[in-house]
Every structure is written in structure tokens, then in C-alpha cells.
């Protein structure tokens, strides 16, 4: 486990609360999104975005700046949320998601929304254009690093595995894979839809290293991200469990908020909740 | 110019030895392959720059958002492979991770059209100049010949943004010269004339040119385009062959839905129609056989091509 402190933990955990109610005032404002799958990715992107990436909002094309990856694009309102709290442009924008003439598309798009590194929307690309990015490091000897994270139900895609295997052929021990396992897709459990498990069995038959861990928990990230870092020869994925829905009772675990908004009822009782977190931390 | 006796010439192997000089004079340039690369002849440029060539297997989706990442670092990716698995079976790929994000990789394929042969119609590629062209962002390239294919390889590095290159398995007839000049988005007037245009890619540019000599010999006087970009269209000589000529026919090795025929067709409707023949795959799905036997049966000749253009001027006079 790595030693951070108390206040760091305290502070992360603020932070991803904050997301969280971006993210659920986001989808409610224009009435659509995908709150479920973003909150459930809420820690793993505040972690990189507020302790790990190196990156830099005043200049973010900065060419040795490292690269997150979101491949489930639908949960992009955790990533604008957390591009917006890092100050790559004003979290007032935030509530332009998805709407006309904003910046922040209902999926992301490379080169509009400063800070965003990839377009998705159509599941199971990112990991690919991840071993893409991490190759070119690489190749320029440069020391910036890859994050990617998946979905669970992005494991049903063919091209995951490709990129699965194209990692490891290549011992890209510069890229490292979130797989958000929260256990449910668009429309039911990942193990009715269509059966992952042995899930960390697959990535280490496919020669990644892979740790297990509670996708919720600080510490945890951390030091699942410094094992990574100090891991060679290999990439390194990251089975997350993590619950959809996460931080609002009502929808944790609720298929339904893979895609549904809240209610202007809801969104009261979930900001209550969130705050009530908060004040806690 | 006139056609033939024609000097068949592979357009993979002018690929490949265009990437590899390229390759020498620009570092960022880096080749993505799917278990393909010797018979398009990309293994070369990984024999030259192995650091700077990527093996990805039998994953074309992989294979071109691996090229997007390497492109949104700075990389000059082509991505190569047969036409049918670099297009159709990645389209999607290509649309989200290439042209949406208006990255800088360059897809050429060979194996295009019916001239893949007895592989049969699961690998002749007659639809790509029409997947492609719909995306938009995407330039399309459809080298005449050999020499051409070269200059496609440096014109593609050279701009910016995704582009998409088809050509033949099969061994072409070398139509165009080293010295010729080439520009994306330039058609070239190969043979002037004025009774009638014929416009031409691919391969079919000789067919053109045989068809033009044909309607010499009857004392027509035939113009002939190479329409080496598909996309975007060069509309000012498309539009002058029309006012200038009258009639127009349009030759492909690809379907005639949505192929550079119905393209050239909606750019003159816009300014000045005229009647027009397409000579192309006519909505059909190919078979195995040789590529000049497909090419007689599917009627992708330059007897056909004549009697479009016979079609064209009768329609255009009974209007006069
Ligand atoms: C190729 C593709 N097919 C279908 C969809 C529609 N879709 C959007 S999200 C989703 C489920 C995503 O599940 P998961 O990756 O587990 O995301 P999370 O549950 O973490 O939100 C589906 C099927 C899509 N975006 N892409």
C-alpha cells in the first residue's frame, strides 16, 4: 500500500463528490447522458486527474503531457467535470453538455473540448488508439504514460481483445487499463448480457499483469497505479469493481441509470445525498 | 495520348518502394500491418525500419485506431491492407477514430475491384469509393497506375488529415509517366477533345484512352480524365468537360452506386447537366475468375465505354 496522507485521501474524496454532482446536474439539465457509468469511474478519474496526470490545463496539447483515454465514451460527464475542476475551461460550461453549439458533445470529440484525447461513443476503440498513443511514446523515447479505461461491457467487443493482445506483443509497460467492472450494461447484468468471468483470468492469459481492486477506494487506485509504474515488460490492468451509480442510494446498481437522468424530485434527493457526503469527508 | 500497346505494371510494388523512400526522408512516418503485409508489400519498409513498423495480426479495427493514436502523437501512420478489410470491415473504426478526429492516417489498399480474381466476390472490393467518400473529412485516391499509386503515397504524407488510396492486385497498365504532375484534388485532361468526355479511374483510365481510340477511328474526337481523386472532386474540370463537350462517360472498377460515376453526375447536375453514361459494376456482387474474364463479363470495357459514349451524344443531340 503507498503512504499517503490522510489529507490527500480527504481531499481526492471531495473532489470525486464534486464530480459526482456535476455529473448528475449535467445529465439532468438537458434531461439524457449517462449518469450510471459515469459515477461508477468517478474515483479512478479523479485519482488520475487530481494526483497522477501530469498534464496541463493552460497548455493542453503540451506534447509531453500524459494521456487519459476514456474508451466507454457515453461517460464522458465525468470527464468534462474533471477537465472543468482541473480549470481546462470554466465549470459554467459544464451545463452546455449536449447542447446546441457546446463544447462538450454527447460523446467526446477530439479537438473541440480542450483536454479531451480521443473521440468514442462507438464501444471498444479506446484501448487500440491507447496502444497507438503508447507506441509513439515509445518509439520518441518519451516518458508520458497511458491510462485507458474501459467499460465492462466493452469486454464483449472483439477489438479489445485485439488491442489486449497488440499490448502485450509489444510489452507496453507504459499503458495502463481501468476496467471499470461495475457489473451492469446499457440494458442488464454483464453475466446475463453476456458472461466475463473469469475476467482477470482472460487479461493474464493475454500476458498483461492485472490487479484486482475496489475501484472506490483511494488508496487502493494509487497503489494499484504505482504497481503499474513499476511494472516493465508488461501492461497493466486494472480490474476495478466498482458500483454504477455510485454515491446517489436510489441509483446505485440500477440499470436503468446506465442512461436516464434524474427527475427534478431526484435530482433534490441525490444533491442532498452528495452533499451529505461531503459534509462527512 | 493514345492507348497502348500498355506496359503492365504492379501498383503494390510502386507502394511499397514509395513508402520506403518516404520512410527515408521523413522519421515520423510509421507502418501499421494485418498479416497482409507481404503481399502488399509493406513487409519491405519493416525490413528498412523495424523500430517504425507494427504487426497487429488479423485486427483490422485494432489496426486502424492503433494508427489514430500514433497519429494524435505525431506519427505519420499508413495503414495498409486488402480494400475490403481496410474499408468495409473497419468503417466504423475509421469514421469515429479517423475522420471524426481528423487525424492524420493515411489507409491504402490494394486488392480493389474484381480484379482480385478467382478469390471471389468476398474480397473484390467494389464498394470502398463509396464508404469512403460519405465520410466526411475523408480524401480518396484512386491511382491510375503504378507511378501514380507512388505519387499518392507522397501527396497523402504530404497534407494533413485522413486519407484513403485503392488500387489493383492485379498488374495495370502504366498510364501516366514519373514526370507527369500530380495533385490531390486535381483530375487530369489525358487526351483532349470535344465530342465527348470520358472520365476514368483506376485502371479504367486505359480503358478510356482504348475507347478514345476507337472513337477516332469513327471521327470522334473523345476527351479523357483521369480522375485520380475521388474526393474531393476537381468540379472545375468536371464542369468545363460538360460545357465543353456535351456528353460524358465515366468509367470505374467499383460499383455504379455512389461510385465516382454518380459523384461526377450530382456535380454536374448542380451547373450544367448534361447526358451521361456509367460504365461500372452494375449493383452486383462479383465471382472467381481471371481479372480480364471478370472484367469482360461484368462489362468493364472499352467497347462498353464506346457505347456509352455513342449513348450520350445521341441523347445529347436529340435535345439540340
Ligand atoms: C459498438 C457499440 N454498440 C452499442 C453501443 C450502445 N451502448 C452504449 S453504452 C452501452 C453499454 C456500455 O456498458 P459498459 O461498457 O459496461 O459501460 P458502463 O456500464 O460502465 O457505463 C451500449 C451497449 C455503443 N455505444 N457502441
Redesign the pocket.
Known amino acids: 500500500m503507498v503512504d499517503v496522507s490522510e489529507e490527500l485521501i480527504a481531499s481526492l474524496k471531495k473532489k470525486a463528490v464534486t464530480l459526482r454532482k456535476h455529473i448528475i446536474r449535467m445529465t439532468h439539465n438537458v434531461q439524457s447522458g449517462?449518469p450510471?457509468?459515469?459515477m461508477?469511474?468517478a474515483d479512478i478519474v479523479t485519482a488520475l486527474y487530481f494526483h497522477i496526470l501530469r498534464v496541463d490545463p493552460k497548455n493542453p496539447t503540451w506534447p509531453d503531457r500524459d494521456r487519459f483515454v476514456l474508451?466507454?465514451?457515453?461517460?464522458c460527464p465525468v470527464w468534462y467535470a474533471a477537465l472543468a475542476e482541473r480549470g481546462f475551461f470554466p465549470v459554467d460550461e459544464l451545463l452546455t453538455f449536449r447542447k446546441l453549439n457546446s463544447r462538450l458533445q454527447g460523446?467526446p470529440e477530439l479537438g473541440t473540448t480542450p483536454g479531451v484525447e480521443n473521440a468514442a461513443?462507438?464501444?471498444?476503440q479506446g484501448l487500440s488508439f491507447s496502444v497507438g498513443l503508447a507506441l509513439a511514446a515509445r518509439m520518441d523515447h518519451k516518458p508520458w504514460r497511458v491510462y485507458c479505461i474501459?467499460?465492462?461491457?466493452?469486454?464483449?467487443?472483439g477489438q479489445t481483445w485485439e488491442a489486449a493482445m497488440s499490448s502485450s506483443k509489444y510489452g507496453l509497460d507504459n499503458l495502463t487499463a481501468f476496467i471499470?467492472r461495475?457489473?451492469?450494461?446499457?440494458?442488464g447484468r454483464?453475466e446475463d448480457i453476456m458472461p466475463l468471468e473469469p475476467l482477470a483470468e482472460k487479461w493474464e492469459a493475454f500476458n498483461w499483469h492485472v490487479l484486482t481492486i475496489d475501484g472506490h477506494d483511494f488508496r487502493q487506485i494509487l497503489a494499484a497505479i504505482e504497481e503499474a509504474h513499476r511494472t516493465k515488460g508488461r501492461p497493466t490492468a486494472v480490474l476495478s469493481r466498482?458500483v454504477?451509480g455510485k454515491g446517489v442510494s436510489f441509483m446505485e446498481n440500477k440499470i436503468k441509470y446506465?442512461?436516464a437522468a434524474t427527475s427534478d424530485e431526484e435530482l433534490k434527493l441525490a444533491l442532498a445525498e452528495l452533499d451529505a457526503q461531503e459534509a462527512a469527508i | 495520348m493514345t492507348a497502348g500497346p500498355w506496359k503492365m505494371e504492379s501498383q503494390r510494388a510502386y507502394f511499397g518502394k514509395a513508402l520506403i523512400d518516404l520512410g527515408r526522408r521523413n522519421p515520423n512516418v510509421v507502418v501499421v500491418g494485418a498479416d497482409t503485409t507481404e503481399s502488399i508489400k509493406t513487409i519491405d519498409f519493416g525490413k528498412s525500419f523495424p523500430d517504425r513498423f507494427f504487426q497487429l495480426g488479423i485486427a483490422e479495427p485494432n489496426m486502424i485506431s492503433v494508427a489514430a493514436g500514433l497519429a494524435a502523437a505525431g506519427k505519420i501512420p499508413f495503414a495498409a491492407t486488402y480494400s475490403v478489410f481496410g474499408s468495409a470491415h473497419t468503417y466504423?473504426v475509421i469514421r469515429q477514430n479517423v475522420a471524426y478526429t481528423n487525424l492524420n492516417v493515411k489507409i491504402f489498399c490494394s486488392h480493389a475491384g474484381l480484379t482480385v480474381g478467382p478469390d471471389g466476390a468476398t474480397h473484390q472490393m467494389n464498394e470502398d469509393i463509396a464508404l469512403m467518400r460519405g465520410i466526411p473529412r475523408m480524401t480518396v485516391l484512386v491511382p491510375a497506375d503504378g507511378p501514380e499509386t507512388a505519387k499518392c503515397v507522397d501527396a497523402a504524407a504530404a497534407m494533413k488529415g485522413p486519407v484513403y488510396c485503392r488500387f489493383s492486385r492485379t498488374n495495370v497498365p502504366t498510364v501516366t509517366s514519373a514526370a507527369d504532375d500530380f495533385a490531390i484534388g486535381r483530375a487530369r485532361v489525358v487526351r483532349d477533345g470535344s465530342d465527348v468526355t470520358l472520365i476514368g479511374c483506376g485502371l479504367m483510365v486505359a480503358r478510356c484512352l482504348e475507347a478514345a481510340d476507337a472513337l477516332k477511328r469513327a471521327g470522334i474526337q473523345a476527351r479523357v480524365i483521369n480522375l485520380s481523386t475521388a474526393k474531393p472532386l476537381d468540379i472545375a474540370t468536371i464542369d468545363r468537360a460538360a460545357r465543353e463537350t456535351g456528353g460524358i462517360v465515366t468509367a470505374e472498377e467499383h460499383t455504379v452506386v455512389h461510385g465516382i460515376g454518380a459523384a461526377v453526375a450530382s456535380a454536374i447536375a448542380g451547373n450544367h447537366p448534361v447526358p451521361i453514361a456509367m460504365v461500372g459494376v452494375q449493383d452486383v456482387f462479383g465471382e472467381s475468375g481471371e481479372a480480364e474474364e471478370l472484367l469482360r463479363k461484368y462489362g468493364l470495357t472499352a467497347e462498353k465505354i464506346v457505347d456509352g459514349a455513342h449513348d450520350v451524344m445521341k441523347r445529347r443531340d436529340r435535345k439540340r
Open positions: 449517462h450510471g457509468g459515469s461508477s469511474a474508451s466507454k465514451g457515453h461517460a460523446h461513443g462507438a464501444e471498444g474501459l467499460g465492462d461491457g466493452e469486454q464483449d467487443v471499470d461495475n457489473g451492469i450494461q446499457q440494458e454483464t466498482t454504477k446506465h442512461g | 466504423n
